[in-house]
């Protein structure tokens, strides 16, 4: 995952048009990836995951890209709606059951 | 199902305290994490135990802190004697199975912990 710092990035999108979250990783050896939202005051929620056997994954609305040769991990929120605004953050699955997760990104969607 | 349940909610204590936190995971989860969240340096894991269980302690900060499971439906997180730099979110998640086997992990609340 990222390394962790005071600011977060922020994504601003208009409501309905597409949202794309980007996040590096950084143990090549990891094998399991998931993508969380947290809302402000409550605990990260479960969106969508990924094994390293797939490029690509679908759920509603939100579709996961993995890219393992440049370590790289992307959300894909389709015709983003206000309930979308949240933090998201990825998380890699190292070893065992220890998650490390990503610094997370700001998505604001605008009415 | 009530989800995962944290205990309190908020806590606000001095330097030199001592700080417990609970968590009640869901009923037939069989393991159980306690996670920090703090700007500087986002969510951590602190340790989590299966089948009441610690595996994995690693992530714990120092002596000052310690977890226990009595059983399959309570844990605590304690400091002590807690200090300013360990004001942060504490979450607690359980899951049914191990991570990554199609079993996701579910996070309480949290508790928003302030030592002044």
């Known amino acids: 995952g990222e390394s962790v710092g005071l600011h977060l990035p922020t994504l601003s999108v208009q409501e309905g048009d597409n949202s794309i979250i980007n996040c590096a990783y950084s143990?090549?050896?990891?094998?399991?990836f998931i993508w969380y939202k947290q809302e402000s005051g409550k605990g990260p929620q479960f969106i969508i995951d990924i094994r390293s056997n797939m490029d690509k994954r679908q759920g509603q609305r939100v579709t996961v890209l993995l890219n393992k040769t440049v370590k790289h991990l992307s959300l894909q929120i389709a015709a983003t709606q206000p309930g979308d605004s949240a933090v998201y953050f990825c998380?890699?699955?190292?070893?065992?059951?220890?998650?490390?997760f990503g610094a997370g990104t700001i998505l604001r969607v605008k009415s | 199902d009530a989800g995962v349940i944290q205990s309190p909610r908020h806590e606000v204590t001095e330097m030199g305290q001592e700080v417990t936190l609970r968590c009640k995971p869901i009923s037939g989860h069989d393991y159980l994490f306690w996670y920090r969240q703090t700007m500087m340096r986002g969510l951590e894991l602190l340790i989590y135990?299966?089948?009441?269980?610690?595996?994995?302690d690693s992530g714990m900060p120092e002596d000052r802190f310690s977890a226990k499971m009595p059983n399959a439906s309570f844990s605590t997180l304690k400091i002590q004697p807690s200090e300013p730099r360990d004001s942060a979110v504490y979450f607690c998640?359980?899951?049914?199975?191990?991570?990554?086997?199609?079993?996701?992990?579910?996070f309480g609340p949290g508790t928003r912990l302030l030592v002044l």
């Open positions: 143990n090549s050896a990891s094998d399991y």
């Open positions: 998640a359980s899951s049914f199975a191990r991570l990554g086997s199609g079993e996701t992990q579910y």
């Open positions: 998380a890699e699955l190292e070893y065992g059951n220890k998650l490390v």
């Open positions: 135990f299966n089948n009441n269980v610690p595996i994995d």
